[in-house]
C-alpha cells in the first residue's frame, strides 16, 4: 500500500502559477504510474493529467494541455504539477493518485478514475478573476 499526501494549494489570481506536489510513502514509488485528478463544486472528479512510472510518458487533459506539467522524481517519491496561466474554471480540489504498474509497460499512463488504487486527501485551488 502507498500513502499520498498533497501540498501546494492555494488561492491565486487568475494568469497566476502554482506547483502542487505529491509525496508518497510505504511502497516503491517508481513501481507506480501517478495521476492528478480534480473535482469542482457539484461536478464530478475529472482526469487532469497522469505520468508513467518511468516518467517517460505523460497525458493530458484538453482543458489543461499547454499549461499544466506532470513530472515526478523517483529518488525523492514525489510527483508534481505545475500550473501556469491559471483560470477561475480551474478551481477545484486536486487528488494525486496511484495505480500499481510493475508488470506493465513502462509507458503505461491510466486516465480513468477507477484505473487508480490509491488517493491522497486533496488540496484545494482557488484561481480569483
Known amino acids: 500500500q502507498v500513502q499520498l499526501v498533497e501540498s501546494g494549494g492555494g488561492l491565486v489570481q487568475a494568469g497566476g502559477s502554482l506547483r502542487l506536489s505529491c509525496a508518497a510513502s510505504?511502497?516503491?514509488?517508481?513501481?507506480?504510474?501517478m495521476g492528478w485528478f480534480r473535482q469542482a463544486p457539484g461536478k464530478e472528479r475529472e482526469f487532469v493529467t497522469s505520468?508513467?512510472?518511468?516518467?517517460?510518458?505523460?497525458r493530458y487533459a484538453d482543458s489543461v494541455k499547454g499549461r499544466f506539467t506532470i513530472s515526478r522524481d523517483n529518488a525523492k517519491n514525489t510527483v508534481y504539477l505545475q500550473m501556469t496561466s491559471l483560470k477561475p474554471e480551474d478551481t477545484a480540489i486536486y487528488y494525486c493518485?496511484?495505480?500499481?504498474?510493475?508488470?506493465?509497460?513502462?509507458?503505461?499512463?491510466?486516465?480513468?478514475?477507477?484505473?487508480?488504487?490509491?488517493w491522497g486527501q486533496g488540496t484545494q485551488v482557488t484561481v480569483s478573476s
Open positions: 493518485a496511484a495505480q500499481p504498474a510493475a508488470a506493465l509497460s513502462t509507458f503505461y499512463v491510466p486516465i480513468r478514475a477507477n484505473n487508480y488504487d490509491y
Open positions: 510505504g511502497r516503491t514509488f517508481s513501481n507506480y504510474a
Open positions: 505520468i508513467s512510472r518511468s516518467g517517460g510518458n505523460t
